[in-house]
């Protein structure tokens, strides 16, 4: 069965840190893009960034409000992707998603991790 | 960044009416190097992750209901629920996929009239 779940998520005051995780399985993980996009609450779909494969330089995207202060990663031998976030803002409030495809879209969805920035 | 825009916010369709979303990109998403444009639709219904409906613009993914259609090109596109179903109840979003950021659309919420 092919799926990811997402974990990490929690309550963090602003200016504060966070690392999400993305556990996938039931795919070659090492063979894919891996993105993760975020909804805030009541709000629609926002891209947050994504990584490429290793075999495609690895290399990173970032939405502009979240450059310089996320970071995507990937550890293909725990088929796990991370989004480390720091200097948190209210705005970051929502749900995380990690998402990707064997093609052009995103037919592979997690269920979400929710994070909360508040004081 | 393309900035994507959906037309209209919302709408209410009877069962088994049609129902048209509309969705407008800055610039245009057309890939030159295989002639097809980057373009997806997603439904998100209450409570859960998005799902793949369409891609390229006018392929519908695996499992997805005829009744689905995409069409357009270049900066205008259309998704079309042919025969709406209960099930349709949901908020579409059109997404490009031509260039970083891959911005999403607004949404449509699509409900029953």
């Known amino acids: 069965e092919v799926k990811m779940v997402e974990s990490g998520g929690g309550l963090v005051k602003p200016g504060g840190s966070l690392r999400l995780s993305c556990a996938a399985s039931?795919?070659?993980?090492?063979?894919?893009?891996m993105t993760w996009v975020r909804q805030a609450p009541g709000k629609g779909l926002e891209w947050v960034g994504r990584i490429k494969r290793e075999i495609d330089g690895g290399t990173t995207d970032y939405a502009a409000p979240v450059k310089g202060r996320f970071t995507i990663s990937r550890d293909d031998s725990k088929n796990t992707l991370y989004l480390q976030m720091s200097s948190l803002k209210s705005e970051d409030t929502a749900v995380y998603y990690c998402a990707t495809g064997m093609g052009p879209g995103f037919e592979i969805w997690g269920q979400g991790t929710m994070v909360i920035v508040s004081s | 960044d393309i900035v994507m825009t959906q037309s209209p916010d919302s709408l209410a369709v009877s069962l088994g009416e049609r129902a048209t979303i509309n969705c407008k990109s800055s610039q245009s998403v057309l890939d030159s190097s295989n002639n097809k444009n980057s373009l997806a639709w997603y439904q998100q219904k209450a409570g859960q992750p998005p799902q793949l409906l369409i891609y390229w613009a006018s392929t519908r993914e695996s499992g997805v209901p005829d009744r689905f259609s995409g069409s357009g090109s270049g900066t205008d596109f259309t998704l079309t629920i042919s025969s709406l179903q209960a099930e349709d109840v949901a908020v579409y979003y059109c997404?490009?996929?031509?260039?970083?950021?891959?911005?999403f659309g607004p949404g449509t919420k699509v409900d029953i009239k």
């Open positions: 997404q490009q996929y031509y260039t970083t950021p891959f911005t």
């Open positions: 039931g795919f070659t993980f090492s063979s894919v893009w």
